[in-house]
């Protein structure tokens, strides 16, 4: 009885934060948390007697909360929270929830997709640089696209031009997928931007892609040319 005069007092007072209260330390108590979703429902966006925006965010939240905690329904709470995010618009807290509700669905495409959203609100370029490495490793590793996390790390460079990270997973991909003319380039922009040692090394690196894979010894001989002109030394060129 107790729990139904709550549930009608809150249908009479939506925006008493108190009333609430009482209802979910009744709905513990009686094992009720079905009915305290589907009343919540009600308030919450997209609901029967939603009113105001704000109020009806407050609803949707705690529906997922109630979804996802005591109904153990992670599907349903994000299906919630998007519908407010629909409705009001992508913020980080609420995107870091639906973040974790597709990795407990193991929703990966889904997740992916929250990282290209929460891009779109972060400026801070480290910040930015996670979410990217993230979103690489992503697409390389559990979604095995390697076009997708190529182009994932190639944004990491549009950024930050001599990200190590960036540059050694392209370098992987375009070794594993004999993507010899795209490792070319790679190498080539990469000595642009180093000196010593490391650009002899990359330049004997590029020497040996252009001999062997790409078959162009011409081009070869220039590079290891320029590792002796830069090693007299060097054992292999």
Not at 155 to 160: N, Q, T, W
Request: hydrophobic share 40%; aromatic share 6%; proline share 2%.
């Amino acid at each position: 009885a107790a729990f139904e005069t709550y549930k009608t007092l809150l249908s009479e007072a939506p925006d008493d934060a108190d009333v609430r209260g009482h209802l979910e330390r009744l709905a513990v108590e009686d094992e009720r948390f079905a009915d305290v979703a589907t009343h919540y429902a009600r308030f919450a966006v997209g609901g029967e007697q939603a009113t105001e925006l704000d109020l009806a965010a407050i609803y949707s939240e705690r529906l997922a909360e109630v979804q996802d905690e005591h109904l153990r329904d992670a599907g349903a709470a994000r299906t919630t929270l998007e519908t407010l995010s629909a409705e009001r618009g992508d913020d980080l807290s609420t995107l870091a929830k639906l973040d974790g509700y597709a990795q407990r669905l193991q929703d990966w495409r889904g997740v992916a997709a929250i990282c290209e959203r929460r891009l779109a609100l972060i400026e801070a370029p480290e910040a930015r640089r996670d979410v990217l490495f993230r979103l690489g490793a992503l697409w390389g590793e559990t979604l095995d696209d390697s076009d997708a996390a190529a182009q994932c790390w190639r944004r990491v460079l549009d950024e930050d031009p001599n990200n190590a990270q960036a540059l050694a997973a392209l370098e992987g991909i375009f070794e594993r997928d004999e993507k010899y003319d795209d490792l070319a380039a790679l190498l080539m922009a990469r000595i642009d931007d180093t000196e010593g040692e490391e650009r002899t090394k990359l330049t004997f690196q590029l020497a040996q892609v252009l001999e062997t894979q790409l078959e162009n010894p011409h081009d070869a001989l220039e590079r290891y040319a320029a590792v002796l002109e830069a090693d007299s030394g060097h054992e292999d060129a």
